[in-house]
């Protein structure tokens, strides 16, 4: 019953509905009394030759208001019961999707997309039919078996109640015993489900990787054998769940046997009439559901507990990012880094260290470095995915970051990361993510910007054409662009590019960069890149290396230097040279052949 403790909360709130829900139930039950008591009195109106057609149509027609006020009730607590259990569904999952997008990237880093699927889903099923079919159960079972009890003593025999009733403390220990049996296996069965879950959105989400390593068969073994996993434990659920029936049968057997034992000897007694034993043995049957709901009930409920204890642990999972909002000033200005040493949360191993500079406001900055140096750890920190302790600071106009509003501050960003995801819609609603509304001009302005927009109108449906999930249907390249029209549509504060020109050619790119810094004058731009002809107009360029800044300064400084950055425009130089050589070679002959 701990469950229904903790969802006290949303009781209190639809209480209304609850409690002309259970009244409507009570109303059925004592509807329900009237029919065996109308057998009785018509058998012993037989029996001492008594019974009229004036008293049988009388009877008739009390049978018939009673099946209509019975229709009208049912009806009732159907609407009252099952519509707050799925109010109940409505609020839990608006709750954890907000949880899920208040969460900060170590959250999703730590918990698998298939288990977060699974609490959105399977739990929160289990859980609205606590909160409908187990209050219906339990109220069923205490209200129709309470007034049936109660008017089997008072009409007929409080003695052969009792008798009727000596196996049911029996029941109520057996099915106790299986509830906690199965509140056990139901835990084990629903993180079998979860990594079934995962398992199906990993392989569907890369299934071009699967067969283009031709693994199908290895990964539908490892389906299979998830699958069976699943099975075998939903099967070990279903065995403790199918002795609920067998058990409850049983016991009435035991005590429909008493009764009609017992029963004869008080007729032939004249301790009570025929009509008064067939009343009995039909409020006995009558008794068959309450007991049979009282065995579901035990199983709806620990399979609620079990998946409300699922969702409360994620419910009561703190985000890393603190916002302590402590100023009301908008963010805006130079942005300053002041990291001594930084470790990303539950690692040891230092991710940035030394890291001392300013961007003023309305500049570009480049940052460049192999992979692994820490360019995009630069860009986590200034976006607030992660938080710097307190010696450590990320400046905006001399403000920790920490200080703003998490989402003024995020407003301040147009971001374009390594990761160019793109959902399952249009190119237009792609593009204008942030505001569907936009006027289309606009639309096809950004993607002039991005050099995306000959592209797109090359497409059958141009514009509408509907990308596949997370943009399968397109090339690397055009995924880039189009994410980079979707931030520049925000005619953002910062523009972050997280190296995201390099699924483009060098030509493109220059096209892009030149876009950017005629249309963006003013504004500040973050670019990191491996190719360093994306940062040479930057107005401050970063090496990084091992999480240090190794040289700073503008190309023609570097340059001048001769440190990574000289070596490695060279060699990047050399290379494009060499390529756009091989190109004209081998245009040169095709056109010599023709």
Not at 302 to 310: D, H, L, P
Not at 475 to 491: C, V, Y
Request: proline share 2%; no cysteine; charged share 20%.
């Amino acid at each position: 019953m701990r469950v229904f403790k903790k969802l006290g909360w949303f009781f209190k709130l639809e209480k209304k509905s609850y409690l002309i829900g259970l009244l409507m139930l009570g109303l059925v039950a004592l509807m329900e009394l009237v029919p065996p008591q109308v057998i009785g009195r018509v058998i012993d109106l037989i029996t001492t030759d008594t019974l009229t057609s004036n008293t049988l149509i009388l009877f008739g027609v009390m049978l018939i208001i009673v099946a209509v006020l019975t229709y009208i009730f049912r009806f009732f607590w159907r609407i009252m019961i099952f519509g707050a259990s799925n109010r109940l569904g409505l609020t839990l999952r608006e709750q954890l999707f907000k949880k899920y997008s208040s969460m900060s990237p170590s959250f999703f880093g730590k918990r698998r997309t298939g288990d977060l699927m699974a609490h959105a889903t399977n739990d929160i099923n289990a859980v609205q039919m606590t909160a409908g079919a187990g209050i219906l159960t339990i109220a069923d079972s205490v209200i129709t078996g309470g007034a049936v009890l109660i008017t089997m003593a008072l009409t007929v025999s409080p003695k052969l109640t009792l008798i009727a009733m000596i196996p049911l403390p029996f029941m109520v220990i057996l099915t106790s015993w299986y509830g906690t049996i199965l509140s056990r296996l139901f835990r084990v069965a629903q993180a079998a489900f979860s990594s079934l879950n995962d398992k199906t959105q990993e392989s569907i989400a890369g299934i071009k990787v699967t067969k283009t390593f031709g693994y199908e068969n290895e990964d539908l073994k490892d389906f299979a054998d998830l699958s069976d996993d699943v099975v075998n434990k939903n099967l070990k659920v279903a065995k403790v769940d199918a002795l609920f029936d067998p058990t409850i049968t049983a016991i009435i057997a035991i005590s429909y046997f008493l009764s009609i034992f017992f029963g004869a000897r008080m007729v032939i007694a004249d301790e009570i009439t025929l009509g008064q034993l067939v009343t009995f043995t039909t409020y006995l049957g009558m008794m068959v559901w309450p007991l049979l709901a009282l065995g579901w009930f035990f199983n709806l409920i620990e399979r609620g507990k079990a998946s409300y204890e699922r969702i409360e642990d994620i419910m009561n999972t703190a985000s890393d990012i603190d916002d302590g909002v402590t100023t009301d000033r908008l963010p805006s200005g130079n942005i300053t880094f002041d990291i001594d040493r930084f470790a990303f949360p539950g690692e040891d191993e230092v991710s940035l260290s030394d890291i001392h500079f300013t961007l003023k406001e309305g500049e570009t900055l480049g940052i460049v470095g192999h992979t692994g140096s820490g360019k995009s750890s630069l860009i986590r920190l200034l976006l607030r995915e992660f938080d710097t302790a307190d010696n450590n600071t990320v400046r905006v106009n001399d403000i920790d970051i920490k200080q703003y509003d998490i989402k003024k501050l995020r407003h301040l960003f147009g971001y374009v990361p390594q990761d160019n995801f793109l959902f399952s819609t249009s190119i237009k609603n792609n593009i204008a993510f942030t505001d569907p509304d936009i006027n289309i001009e606009a639309v096809y302005r950004a993607a002039d910007l991005s050099y995306i927009h000959e592209d797109i109108l090359s497409f059958p449906e141009g514009y509408e054409t509907v990308v596949g999930e997370r943009g399968v249907s397109l090339s690397g390249g055009q995924k880039q662009r189009i994410s980079i029209a979707r931030a520049l549509i925000q005619d953002p504060e910062i523009l972050i590019l997280d190296d995201s020109l390099s699924a483009v050619d060098a030509e493109t790119e220059t096209a892009i960069l030149k876009n950017i810094e005629e249309n963006r004058s003013g504004k500040t731009n973050i670019i990191t890149a491996h190719r360093m002809s994306a940062v040479r107009n930057a107005d401050l360029i970063l090496v990084m290396e091992n999480g240090r800044i190794i040289e700073r300064g503008t190309h023609e400084s570097l340059t001048q230097d001769q440190g990574w950055y000289y070596d490695t425009f060279k060699a990047q130089s050399l290379r494009q040279h060499l390529v756009k050589d091989l190109d004209e070679t081998l245009e040169r002959g095709d056109r010599n052949d023709s």
